[in-house]
């Protein structure tokens, strides 16, 4: 295990002695390793595994009930995640008989959170109380029938774009417009424990404004600064699909507005509000 006090992973030949996006050192301790870097900052996460960190935080504490799950997680990103030392935290803000409201905060050691997350739980029904209505979505291609895509030019070897696999059925990382895209992840979230399929849907979520992004990403920035989960179904698997389109307005706000799927169809939406700006 790496020193708990240095950075993990961010020397200059990017390389990385263990197999996952986060090394547990105690309960409620990580260690962040290369894996989690992003394309634009070499010290700073990509939003995707911190907020699978924070989504897992709200459903393994001590207190969680067994009888409900996660149906909307609404992050905050109050400012870039760096790649260390990290102490995850979490709260009741809210506790009924059918719903709660959790918030969990990532921070560095010793400082301010740097990111939040308030989760809704909903009591899950008990078997027949309920009669299903199916959301139908649009015939997608399966993952194994489409080709690897790759990311775009990243400067550094290792980070969330060697983490992550990506199939496009529809655009690309470097064509404005329209995506969808099947992401499935190589390494485990955090290092010898196991990956759930809720851990693959919020890494993947925080990557839609990348797939449905319409403006060049060499001209234009377009950071996120939130993400919303809806999900009105438990995924399943180890493929998740971010199918996103971008809207941006002449302020220079836009939205990323994702459907997400699983193999077996659709599991929800996600939502990013968008800076966007010259470069």
């Not at 839609?208 to 600064?225: P, S």
């Not at 799927?261 to 996600?270: K, Q, S, Y």
Request: aromatic letters at 6%.
């Amino acid at each position: 295990m790496a020193d708990v006090d240095g950075v993990h992973g961010v020397d200059e030949a990017d390389d990385v002695t263990v197999e996952g996006f986060y090394e547990r050192v105690d309960t409620g301790r990580f260690l962040a390793t290369a894996y989690t870097r992003g394309p634009w900052d070499r010290g700073a996460q990509h939003a995707g595994p911190p907020a699978a960190l924070l989504g897992r935080a709200v459903e393994e504490r001590p207190d969680a009930r067994d009888d409900m799950r996660i149906a909307r997680i609404t992050y905050e990103i109050v400012r870039p995640v760096p790649i260390g030392p990290l102490e995850v935290t979490t709260s009741v803000l809210r506790a009924g008989r059918g719903t709660e409201v959790i918030e969990a905060a990532l921070a560095p050691a010793g400082a301010a959170p740097v990111m939040l997350a308030r989760a809704l739980r909903i009591r899950v029904a008990g078997e027949g109380d309920v009669v299903p209505a199916v959301l139908s979505g649009p015939e997608l291609t399966p993952p194994r029938e489409v080709g690897l895509t790759p990311f775009f030019r990243i400067p550094w070897k290792t980070g969330y774009h060697t983490a992550m696999e990506t199939r496009f059925t529809e655009g690309t990382f470097v064509e404005p417009g329209p995506g969808t895209c099947w992401m499935r992840m190589r390494v485990p979230l955090v290092v010898g424990e196991e990956t759930r399929p809720l851990d693959r849907v919020l890494v993947a979520a925080d990557s839609g404004n990348g797939v449905g992004a319409v403006l060049d990403i060499a001209k234009y920035l377009f950071v996120n600064g939130d993400l919303t989960v809806h999900l009105h179904r438990h995924p399943v698997g180890e493929w998740v699909c971010v199918q996103a389109r971008t809207s941006v307005d002449p302020g220079g706000i836009g939205l990323a507005d994702s459907r997400l799927h699983d193999e077996e169809g659709p599991i929800g939406r996600g939502a990013q509000s968008l800076y966007v700006a010259a470069r």
